[in-house]
């Protein structure tokens, strides 16, 4: 009999420990066999990453700017100056919310719904139940007239509350030495030094340098087979997190009744789409509130995200291709959700074109 209960607590044990290992071996990607960047990036030809130099080559000279694009960890197109460092405007906004994972993983805020009023905002009631989680997803509802989560707008002061409640309230430390810090996207070994504007925390950096971040994204938080933060922050967030049933903010005046200003734009501009397709400052290829029939992108696939900034400072990511194509001050248009004669949707057709294996 005792026997027979030491051999079911070892079976016990065994299962555990598996389950451990299970455990371990999902909030992780590291694979020995993917490639990452050290000092410089490493070039291939298109060819040797399955690719076509002659649309890569095309697509580069419609986007203009400056711009990369990378396959598999490797570099296969670059045009313009990869040295020059600008300002990345909204594709940096993506960037506060991987700061927020961070945050949480060091026990600073208790997780994506901790509360803003309680690090010290003096919030009006109706904005008490504000939430990281609202500040991410432009549904917070400061500076308009709905409470957080009623209402999608495309708020740069809700961005601004954002950012000055990482840096100022949960990191207490400047930008660049959150951002820079040895345990965080200082891993990233940026090539060209990330600097951030003196008035607004919006990143100058290089091409080749908001390149590795897009590459951190894509690799869902490892680098050089360390995982920084654990896979199921991306499993879990990157993709929409705004209800496609979400109505848009009402007609009204911005009420910035803390006076913080604004991160670059109004409380309600830009876009008028969101709901369905935006979650976490990121933009995924979805159906919306605003075009049922239609994903963002109609003619590409469904995994396609981007950052998308002001005055073309884009990044498209493309998960399932291993694929990040990094634009600065392209010629992208306007984003309308939903139309095939969109640029945005003909650009990335465009590139996913380019790719000649079997894996489109």
């Not at 805020?109 to 009023?117: A, S």
Request: charge should be neutral; include cysteine.
């Amino acid at each position: 009999m005792s026997y027979s209960k030491n051999k079911y607590k070892t079976w016990i044990l065994i299962v555990f420990l598996c389950l451990m290992i299970f455990n371990d071996c999902k909030n992780s990607i590291s694979d020995h066999n993917v490639v990452f960047p050290s000092d410089h990036w490493e070039f291939v030809s298109p060819a040797d990453v399955n690719l076509d130099s002659v649309i890569l080559d095309s697509l580069a000279n419609l986007l203009g700017g400056r711009g990369c694009i990378l396959r598999s960890g490797y570099m296969v197109k670059t045009w313009g100056d990869q040295a020059e460092k600008s300002d990345w405007m909204s594709s940096v906004k993506p960037i506060f919310s991987t700061l927020l994972f961070f945050a949480i993983e060091e026990g600073k805020i208790n997780g994506v719904h901790q509360k803003i009023y309680e690090l010290g905002w003096d919030l009006k009631p109706k904005d008490r139940e504000m939430e990281f989680y609202h500040l991410a997803n432009m549904t917070s509802g400061y500076a308009r007239p709905e409470k957080p989560g009623e209402a999608w707008a495309y708020n740069d002061y809700a961005i601004q509350l954002y950012h000055m409640s990482l840096f100022d309230k949960v990191f207490r430390e400047k930008p660049i030495h959150v951002l820079l810090h040895p345990k965080r996207l200082g891993v990233l070994q940026f090539e060209d030094n990330i600097s951030f504007r003196k008035d607004k925390p919006r990143i100058y950096a290089s091409v080749r340098d908001f390149a590795r971040i897009a590459y951190f994204w894509l690799r869902k938080g490892n680098w050089k087979h360390e995982q920084l933060l654990p896979v199921t922050y991306f499993e879990k967030y990157m993709k929409p997190q705004t209800p496609k049933t979400l109505p848009h903010t009402q007609r009204a005046e911005t009420d910035d009744y803390l006076n913080i200003g604004s991160f670059g734009g109004d409380s309600d501009h830009f876009t008028k789409y969101g709901a369905g397709i935006y979650g976490f400052n990121w933009w995924f290829n979805s159906t919306g509130r605003l075009h049922p029939g239609q994903l963002t992108w109609p003619d590409v696939t469904n995994d396609v995200i981007m950052s998308i900034g002001a005055r073309g400072n884009n990044t498209v990511i493309i998960p399932d291709l291993d694929l990040i194509l990094v634009n600065a001050r392209g010629n992208w248009g306007r984003l309308e959700a939903g139309d095939p004669e969109n640029t945005y949707n003909k650009y990335i057709r465009f590139l996913i074109k380019a790719v000649t294996d079997d894996d489109k």
